[in-house]
């Protein structure tokens, strides 16, 4: 089915100025139904949630509830599985400073990781005594399972990799690796914070124990996100913080823990922001995830084929739009990333990212890129003429002042 | 009508996109350089539009520009090195642009080593061991890498002396009153 992308557009009142956003990867737009969905709460029902017994009260409770259950449809999790936090980095965090580690234990991650995915690891090595291991990847960003074989054993208690890179938008094998790791009795954490706004993600087909991804990369409010835990594991994984619902029962000198997504929740939760995310995930779905990535790869196939015509651009990853996701970093000979993002922004509107993209190890070690890249990315709102322009203009920048 | 700023003040100024280029303003900039067919911009096409007779003659202040400063910052990937924006032109809403790269293209004409200039894109880029400076034609001007303040600024006021010259100067009356 082909996406109405001009019904979509008018959604997005952001765009309405002519401004080409080129920066979902970063983060995304919010849609009309999301914003009237977040102000509905604070208009209407705005209470606590999980705590009063008045009417409104159950509402509110039902709404949060309601918003869960559609972010759990989303992945094909149980409502039960899904723990709403702060973003995709508090989700690596809590697993981080959750799971019993034992000295001398081992920790496998990529070399492909965003810093959320990759410090939190540094540090745990480093308070609890582990050895991390880190996957390399070749030029492009490809891993293969059996880079990942030569990593996981049996000691191995985690393997922390993501689903799609935010700069060169590869796609790691995660199945293979979950089955790598499960026999080796490893758990799996997967960074779903560029895959589930793009694509149809599947937990029990992934077969992972963690993914965790954010709210506002997928047409939600920002300040919310996800970690999806599975369902048997929640008992050995202790919460980030505790508090105010989160427990059953508290004495003087005890306290008693919930079981469920509460007990990861202490103190008043985001609730317009989760009820934003919950409606975000159903207007992902209403749209359907397949159509959004179909979406993606012809603008990504646009793309890749006008950036190879540019004189002095050296794209990083895959050349081939099956291969990857709609996020595509490069840079032109001799220019900084950032004076290419400013000139693309003031000549045309155009809003590209500049830098490091979060994931230092990357640029350095495989791209040779110490100064960053510059990275265009498309989501659904995104149309062929944002593509165009974005070509033109940075061919006039490649010829002009290169 | 003397200069593309006088034609562009009769556009509609929709930066529509249907000729090609990203703004009514650079679509000139490229008709001016031979680049682009004036027929393919639909406003011209109906005849909303009069015939260009333009021309140039650089211009000349008596007065010097004063710099508003946007920010000055670390720079996000070299923390050590700074960042800094000015405008040379305070409330520089005006969409006609204040320097006229195609006349600095004309004067400098990629005769001084390390400058380079975009006159399409309205964008001039100057690199020095001091910092790298893009000046724009709007008025504003951004160094990067700056080795510390006092050098960025020093490189700040040497690319707007430099592109003197090319000052639009009935912007700059006009955005006096």
């Known amino acids: ?402 | 009508m003397k200069t593309l700023y006088d034609y562009y003040r009769l556009f509609p100024h929709t930066d529509c996109g249907y000729c090609g280029s990203t703004s009514c303003l650079t679509m000139l900039r490229r008709y001016c350089l031979g680049k682009s067919d004036l027929n393919s911009c639909i406003y011209f096409k109906s005849g909303e539009l009069p015939s260009p007779k333009i021309s140039y003659s650089p211009p000349h202040l008596k007065e010097p520009p004063t710099e508003k400063i946007s920010y000055i910052r670390p720079c996000p990937s070299e923390p050590t090195k700074v960042t800094i924006e000015v405008n040379v032109l305070p409330q520089t809403h005006s969409p006609y642009g204040y320097f006229d790269m195609i006349t600095a293209d004309s004067i400098f004409d990629r005769q001084i080593p390390n400058l380079k200039i975009s006159p399409s894109l309205g964008i001039v880029r100057i690199e020095s061991e001091a910092g790298d400076v893009m000046v724009f034609s709007e008025g504003k001007v951004i160094i990067r890498r700056g080795a510390d303040e006092k050098r960025a600024f020093w490189e700040i006021s040497r690319a707007v002396r430099l592109l003197w010259a090319t000052v639009n100067r009935k912007i700059r009356a006009e955005s006096a009153h």
């Open chain 1, 1 to 402: 089915m082909m996406l109405d992308i001009n019904k979509i557009r008018e959604d997005f009142t952001f765009l309405r100025s002519g401004r080409i956003y080129l920066d979902s990867t970063a983060t995304s737009l919010t849609p009309e139904p999301v914003l009237k969905k977040v102000l509905e709460y604070y208009r209407e029902y705005r209470a606590n949630v999980g705590r009063g017994i008045y009417n409104t009260a159950q509402t509110a409770t039902s709404a949060y509830e309601n918003a869960r259950a559609e972010v759990a449809k989303l992945i094909n999790a149980k409502p039960e599985e899904i723990i709403f936090v702060r973003n995709t980095t508090e989700a690596t965090n809590l697993v981080a400073n959750g799971l019993k580690f034992q000295e001398g234990e081992k920790i496998v991650t990529t070399i492909l990781e965003h810093h959320s995915n990759y410090i939190v690891w540094l540090r745990v090595k480093n308070t609890k005594k582990l050895e991390l291991s880190v996957v390399q990847s070749d030029r492009e960003g490809h891993l293969s399972p059996s880079d990942f074989a030569a990593h996981i054993d049996r000691r191995t208690k985690l393997v922390a990799v993501t689903h799609t890179s935010n700069v060169l938008g590869v796609r790691p094998p995660i199945k293979e690796i979950v089955k790598l790791a499960h026999e080796q009795g490893s758990l799996v954490l997967v960074d779903g914070a560029q895959s589930v706004p793009h694509t149809k993600v599947d937990v029990k087909e992934l077969g992972c124990d963690f993914l965790a991804f954010s709210g506002h990369k997928m047409c939600g409010p920002t300040g919310v996100g996800a970690l999806y835990i599975k369902e048997d594991l929640q008992a050995s994984v202790e919460p980030l913080c505790i508090g105010g619902g989160s427990i059953d029962d508290v004495g003087i000198d005890y306290y008693r823990l919930r079981g469920g997504p509460n007990k990861y929740e202490a103190g008043t939760p985001p609730i317009a922001e989760a009820i934003g995310m919950g409606a975000a995930a159903t207007y992902l779905m209403n749209i359907g995830m397949d159509n959004i990535e179909d979406h993606e790869r012809k603008l990504t196939r646009r793309m890749l084929q006008g950036l190879a015509n540019i004189e002095g651009i050296s794209l990083y990853g895959p050349k081939d739009a099956e291969k990857r996701a709609g996020i595509i970093s490069f840079n032109l000979k001799g220019m900084n990333p950032h004076d290419v993002a400013v000139a693309l922004d003031t000549t045309s509107g155009v809003m590209v990212r500049s830098g490091h993209h979060c994931a230092l190890p990357l640029h350095k070690h495989v791209l040779n890129a110490p100064n960053g890249s510059v990275r265009a990315s498309v989501y659904l709102y995104n149309n062929y003429d944002d593509v165009d322009v974005f070509l033109d203009t940075l061919a006039e920048i490649s010829k002009t002042l290169m």
